[in-house]
């Protein structure tokens, strides 16, 4: 059965440090993997989108970057957090659109 | 732009009282809706998913959802909400052959027992 897995849970991170979130998935090939923000009372914003390795698509411009160096690994990094990237991180993982699976996210917190 | 609404942000219902959230969407096209489900310290997990035929849709845990095309919505119901129900709803949609789901707000929903 396919499965997500994201790490770390929690993570707190003084601002101007570098940040590197991991998401992989297991038992399918070729997913498409996504990076959203969630935030109290305005939903999940899609950050970034891949529909195959090395293939990223950014949703809203920010201090953040994707990669996908393999076919289930999604990584979300920044070279220097800032306050406001404090956020839940989900990532999730489709196949052909067939309803998207969450990791259970990662609470970032900047200090 | 593609976007998902849903008007209610907060409810608040007594156990036994019957629910009904609004979800509706702006893709003229095909579209595929969904429902998912947030309970207190969990992760996002799909309560039900339309893509093509009845436009009534059986979930999860007793939850019904009906689209309909002429109103542009996807409106999630329960004839009788559990103290278990309570947790965030999000209504999410991706027009035909899109790979990406825009998401509403979310609405938090709080049964009283």
């Known amino acids: 059965s396919q499965t997500i897995h994201q790490w770390p849970a929690t993570l707190v991170q003084p601002v101007g440090s570098p940040l590197s979130l991991e998401c992989t998935v297991e038992g399918t090939s070729n997913p498409n993997l996504y990076w959203y923000r969630q935030a109290a009372g305005r939903g999940l914003q899609l950050l970034f989108y891949s529909v195959g390795i090395g293939q990223i698509s950014s949703e809203v411009p920010q201090n953040l970057s994707a990669s996908r160096p393999q076919d289930r690994q999604f990584i979300l990094s920044s070279k220097k957090l800032l306050l406001s990237d404090s956020g839940f991180y989900l990532c999730?993982?489709?196949?052909?659109?067939?309803?998207?699976?969450f990791g259970s996210g990662t609470r970032l917190t900047v200090v | 732009a593609q976007s998902v609404s849903q008007h209610n942000h907060h409810v608040i219902l007594s156990e036994a009282a019957s629910l009904e959230l609004g979800c509706n969407y702006s893709y003229g096209g095909t579209v595929n809706l969904f429902w998912y489900v947030q309970y207190p310290g969990q992760h996002l997990q799909l309560l039900l998913k339309?893509?093509?035929?009845?436009?009534l849709v059986k979930g999860i845990k007793g939850f019904e959802a009906e689209f309909i095309k002429s109103k542009f919505s996807f409106n999630l119901r329960k004839p009788s909400v559990q103290w278990s129900d309570t947790a965030e709803y999000f209504c999410?949609?991706?027009?035909?052959?899109?790979?990406?789901?825009?998401f509403g707000r979310g609405t938090s929903l709080i049964v009283h027992p």
């Open positions: 999730a993982w489709s196949a052909r659109a067939n309803g998207y699976t």
């Open positions: 999410a949609a991706a027009s035909g052959g899109s790979y990406i789901p825009t």
């Open positions: 339309y893509f093509s035929g009845d436009p």
